[in-house]
C-alpha cells in the first residue's frame, strides 16, 4: 500500500515551514505534490525518500571534495 505524507509531514521532515516548501515545489526543486483540493496535497513517502537520499548522496559527494 502506498504511503502518503501531508505537508506537515514534510515540513517536519525538512525543517522548513509550509511556504517554504510550496516556493521549492514551485522552483521544481521538490517532488510535485497530489493535490486533493484547493488547500489539501499529500506526497507520496517513496518519492520522498529517494528525494532525500539523492540529496544526501549529492552532500556527501560535495562534502568528500
Known amino acids: 500500500m502506498i504511503q ?3 505537508t506537515a509531514n514534510v515540513t ?4 522548513i515551514n509550509r511556504h517554504s516548501l510550496m516556493k521549492i515545489v514551485e ?3 521538490f517532488p ?3 493535490r486533493l483540493n484547493a488547500r489539501t496535497y499529500r506526497w507520496n513517502e517513496e518519492t520522498v525518500a ?3 537520499r539523492e ?3 549529492c552532500s556527501t559527494k560535495t562534502s568528500q571534495a
Open 55 to 57: 540529496k544526501e548522496q
Open 12 to 15: 517536519k521532515m525538512l525543517r
Open 50 to 52: 529517494s528525494w532525500l
Open 4 to 6: 502518503m505524507l501531508t
Open 27 to 29: 522552483a521544481g526543486g
Open 32 to 34: 510535485q505534490p497530489i
